[in-house]
């Protein structure tokens, strides 16, 4: 069973993820406050297993309620109206979000992750990470957090070579030769990626142009010798973003 607790200063937006909530099996409770210090109250009296985050709110940010905690031991996903930046850092960091308003079946697929990984490694390094990130006044500071068996690694955006898809899955290679797999999907890093000069060269494959030793027939090949396959559509608009 699940605890919940709703932060968000708009009553509309909190009164609606709440009567959603309820109608979940599987979550008991659902608390709500309106600001960060009555939130602070109410982990403080009864801290709930999963924390629903409004970012934008008078009075305090959902991130300076999380600074002020320093680590905590529960689940958060973040609400938030579209805020590039702050999505960014979220999502680089690798915790959940919805965008308001709030989708009943993409809150359902929000609830499953956090039933999957609520009992992974590393909730305080990745929490840390997340805080370093929201800190951050470039985005292009931002670090991934990536994890490999029961270890979290915190992965500059320019160490990575190629990013290649397995189905729902990624796998990200670093220029070092360690790889990492993601439950993310390409598209998802190809939106996070592209701001530091990755390019989508294939729909199984994204790169590093950095990367980028030069361009044969049907393939990119990389400094290290790896050959990744290029889509015959997308081969002149990857040649016009390489010599630009």
Same mark, same amino acid.
């Given at each position: 069973?699940?605890?919940?607790?709703?932060?968000?200063?708009?009553?509309?937006?909190?009164?609606?993820?709440?009567?959603?909530?309820?109608?979940?099996?599987?979550?008991?409770?659902?608390?709500?406050?309106?600001?960060?210090?009555?939130?602070?109250?109410?982990?403080?009296?009864?801290?709930?297993?999963?924390?629903?985050?409004?970012?934008?709110?008078?009075?305090?940010?959902?991130?300076?309620?999380?600074?002020?905690?320093?680590?905590?031991?529960?689940?958060?996903?973040?609400?938030?109206?579209?805020?590039?930046?702050?999505?960014?850092?979220?999502?680089?960091?690798?915790?959940?979000? &919805?965008?308001?308003?709030? @989708?009943? %079946?993409? *809150?359902?697929?929000? +609830?499953?992750?956090? !039933?999957?990984? /609520?009992?992974?490694?590393?909730?305080?390094?990745?929490?840390?990470?997340? &805080?370093?990130?929201?800190? @951050?006044? %470039?985005? *292009?500071?931002?670090? +991934?957090?990536?994890? !490999?068996?029961? /270890?979290?690694?915190?992965?500059?955006?320019?160490?990575?070579?190629?990013?290649?898809?397995?189905?729902?899955y990624t796998d990200l290679h670093?220029?070092?030769?360690?790889?990492?797999?993601?439950? /993310?999907?390409?598209?998802?890093?190809?939106?996070?990626?592209?701001?530091?000069?990755?390019?989508?060269?294939?729909?199984?494959?994204?790169?590093?142009?950095?990367?980028?030793?030069?361009?044969?027939?049907?393939?990119?090949?990389?400094?290290?010798?790896?050959?990744?396959?290029?889509?015959?559509?997308?081969?002149?608009?990857?040649?016009?973003?390489?010599?630009?």
């Open positions: 069973m699940i605890r919940t607790l709703v932060v968000d200063d708009d009553p509309c937006n909190r009164d609606y993820l709440i009567r959603v909530l309820r109608q979940h099996a599987g979550v008991q409770e659902v608390q709500q406050a309106s600001n960060i210090a009555d939130a602070a109250s109410a982990i403080a009296a009864c801290p709930p297993d999963l924390l629903f985050l409004d970012v934008e709110m008078p009075g305090g940010s959902g991130f300076d309620l999380l600074s002020q905690l320093g680590s905590w031991p529960f689940g958060v996903i973040f609400t938030t109206a579209f805020q590039r930046y702050a999505i960014q850092a979220i999502r680089f960091s690798a915790f959940d979000y &919805l965008l308001k308003p709030v @989708q009943p %079946d993409e *809150l359902e697929a929000a +609830l499953q992750r956090f !039933r999957a990984h /609520r009992h992974a490694m590393d909730h305080q390094a990745r929490q840390s990470q997340l &805080l370093i990130n929201i800190r @951050q006044d %470039d985005g *292009l500071k931002l670090k +991934l957090t990536l994890t !490999r068996g029961d /270890r979290t690694f915190f992965v500059p955006p320019a160490d990575i070579s190629h990013c290649t898809a397995d189905d729902n670093a220029f070092d030769g360690q790889r990492f797999t993601s439950a /993310r999907t390409l598209k998802d890093y190809e939106e996070m990626l592209l701001p530091f000069g990755f390019l989508r060269i294939h729909r199984s494959n994204l790169v590093n142009r950095q990367a980028v030793a030069h361009v044969e027939e049907g393939h990119v090949v990389l400094r290290g010798g790896q050959r990744v396959e290029l889509s015959r559509r997308k081969r002149d608009e990857v040649l016009r973003a390489l010599a630009s």
